[in-house]
């Protein structure tokens, strides 16, 4: 979710219900720190709920180094990264690529670990690919080195985003582990995050694409999980202020320039399902100016209620 779960993001998401929202996935290494983007990244003031933040590396002793300086700058929990399966990172022998080398993910655990005061938890996959599953082996390995928690996504780093997520892999650990462990793939609805926690056992879930356009699910499956009934789908209007509101905190965080970009993947995850033709989304994606867009917004939502009420 790197690109995604900026601060507005996560603080819109947080509002919708979602128990913690942990912050962009951020290098260890401190030559990239100095970027705007990786500066953007560590900005955490006024931030509601539990400051989690997510860091990714190889290096043992870097790794301890960006858990101090992180915590040093507000962070609660700090989050390892070793499910990342995106090529450039991998190749760094980052993200999902540590899976197949357990005597140095242990070094990484073990040495971040002892560096803070603060809990630190572990995202990882399945493993490797279908022929190298090793989540078993490695939440074993996370308990003993002090991993407070262990987030699963039920994929090998070779699956990417492909066929089905893999639940019975994730009761496994679950069965195996006394820490509690989080369940990550294909939860889209209330019904879904359910017969998730049910089968697997796990102890809460993470939500991620199923968000992108959609922050209200958090509210959605909350309610569902404590009362047994599917709120009624969010009004229009409704969603028009969160996506007005949304795009406004992006101009403001990045700047009117940077802002305007990075609202146009936003926009087009929020219309999906409101605008599945991409006229309006190619229109939007050519204008320049953050207040254009919100006029344009505007005008879109009122034009799809006249077109709404004359069908």
């Not at 694409?209 to 009004?235: C, D, K, N, V």
């Not at 996506?243 to 219309?271: C, N, P, T």
């Amino acid at each position: 979710m790197a690109g995604i779960t900026d601060r507005p993001f996560r603080s819109l998401c947080y509002h919708m219900g979602a128990g913690m929202a942990v912050s962009e996935m951020l290098s260890s290494n401190p030559q990239v720190w100095k970027t705007d983007k990786s500066r953007l990244r560590m900005v955490h003031s006024d931030e509601p709920g539990v400051r989690s933040v997510q860091i990714a590396g190889s290096d043992p002793d870097e790794m301890a180094a960006a858990a101090k300086i992180n915590v040093d700058n507000g962070a609660q929990i700090i989050d390892i990264n070793m499910g990342c399966p995106a090529k450039k990172v991998n190749r760094k022998l980052a993200g999902s690529a540590l899976l197949r080398y357990p005597e140095l993910v242990e070094k990484i655990l073990s040495a971040v670990v002892n560096a803070v005061d603060v809990p630190v938890t572990l995202k990882i996959r399945t493993g490797w690919s279908p022929e190298e599953r090793n989540c078993v082996e490695i939440a074993q390995l996370a308990e003993r080195c002090g991993i407070q928690a262990l987030t699963i996504h039920g994929r090998t780093r070779a699956c990417l985003f492909n066929g089905e997520a893999e639940y019975d892999n994730i009761r496994t650990v679950k069965q195996t582990v006394a820490i509690p462990i989080i369940a990550n793939g294909d939860i889209t609805d209330p019904l879904k995050a359910r017969a998730v926690l049910e089968y697997t056992g796990a102890d809460a879930l993470m939500i991620g694409r199923a968000a992108q356009g959609r922050p209200w699910i958090f509210r959605e499956i909350q309610h569902y999980l404590e009362t047994g009934e599917l709120l009624s789908p969010m009004p229009l209007g409704e969603v028009q202020r969160l996506m007005s509101e949304h795009i406004r905190e992006l101009h403001d965080f990045y700047g009117q320039g940077k802002g305007v970009r990075i609202a146009r993947k936003h926009v087009s995850w929020y219309l999906k399902e409101h605008a599945p033709g991409d006229q309006f989304r190619r229109t939007f994606n050519a204008i320049e100016d953050a207040s254009e867009q919100l006029e344009a917004l505007e005008a879109y939502f009122e034009n799809f209620c006249v077109n709404k009420e004359k069908s």
